[in-house]
Structure formats: C-alpha cells, structure tokens
C-alpha cells in the first residue's frame, strides 16, 4: 500500500439525475460508490467525504476498510468536500490523490499508474490522468506543499485554480480511452455508457 491515500469524492447532490442518486446506480452488480471505493482501495488507503448522515451512501459502503467523512456544509459544492478530507490525511503523506466516485471507466491500475509517476516524476507538484487523445482529467495527485492553499478553496470548481497556478509543474500521464475524463451525471449520460458498454 502506498503512503498516498485516495481522497474520494462522494458528498455531491447528484441535481442532474432527476431524483436518482448517481452514486447509488447499479455497475456491475453494486452501487457505483461501493465498485468505486473497491477499486481505490485495491491502489491505496480511501478516505471518502460524503454528506450529512443519514444518507443511503453510508450503508452503500458498509464492511470496507476505508474511512468515511461527513461532509456537512455538503451543499456549498466540491471544495467543502476537499477540505474536509484533507484535514484527515495522516501527517506523513506525502501527498493526496483526488478521485471523483462517478468516473465508472477508471480502474486500479489507473490509479497505480498515476500514484506511480509521482515517483517517477518526483520534481513535480501535481500528477493527472489524461485521455488516450491527451485531455487532462482524473484522478489529480497533490503534493502535500499545495494542502494549504486546496484548504482555502470555496465553492464548486474543485482545484483547478490550483492547478492552473502550477500549470508548469504539472505531469500527465495517459490511461487508457476517455477512463481519466468520462463521467455520468446525467440519466441520459447512463443510457449512453450502459448501451456502449452491452455493444
């Protein structure tokens, strides 16, 4: 196990789903957060933010060996998420991956495969995970230098003021197909994946 955890990100409001939880659709016999958390756990320790409780994501994750952080200023968007996560990464990392829970493409050995160029690429700052066409997307490894300033983030864009302050220390390594970019947020974003998926 590798001393970077995986921050998953699991605490959003699904508001495109008309009424369904994206997290809770059914991939391969499980709920999308459980089959997500099963593949970060198999690359590194999971810290996982999620909303207020009670909500069903808790019991979605029942039995694994992950730790789960109540988010509960939730609704302000994907930065409270981020900064609620972060205070539990163990002092002695010496970084943080960041995983979003509805990229149902991305495998292990994705995740392996960035948490593995940090090494190989120790001078940067910021690690990602491109398209096999070289778009940039996920998940993004932060070194533990940029913690404070993801900490002073609000609202919903994520970090990519951060990243774009350090665009020059940052290193993208390609995964296979769209697994780094495509995500479901959308009833008709599933229809498309599930129909492409059964051809």
Do not use: C
Request: hydrophobic content about 45%.
């Amino acid at each position: 196990m590798t001393q970077i955890p995986i921050i998953l990100l699991a605490a959003g409001q699904s508001s495109r789903m008309g009424g369904r939880d994206k997290l809770l659709q059914i991939v391969d016999d499980l709920p999308l957060l459980r089959r997500a958390a099963q593949i970060a756990l198999q690359a590194a320790p999971v810290i996982v933010a999620l909303p207020a409780s009670p909500h069903p994501r808790y019991t979605a994750l029942e039995g694994l060996d992950l730790r789960m952080i109540e988010i509960p200023d939730a609704s302000e968007g994907m930065n409270a998420s981020l900064r609620g996560a972060l205070a539990h990464v163990p002092s002695d990392a010496p970084a943080a991956m960041v995983l979003l829970a509805d990229l149902p493409d991305i495998t292990a050995d994705d995740l392996t495969a960035v948490l593995g160029a940090v090494k190989i690429h120790p001078d940067n700052l910021i690690w990602r995970g491109e398209t096999a066409s070289g778009k940039a997307g996920h998940p993004v490894v932060f070194d533990r230098s940029l913690f404070d300033q993801l900490t002073t983030l609000t609202g919903d864009e994520g970090a990519q003021s951060v990243v774009r302050a350090h665009s020059d220390q940052v290193h993208l390594h390609a995964l296979p197909a769209s697994n780094a970019l495509l995500d479901l947020d959308t009833p008709e974003d599933w229809e498309i994946w599930a129909g492409n998926r059964r051809s």
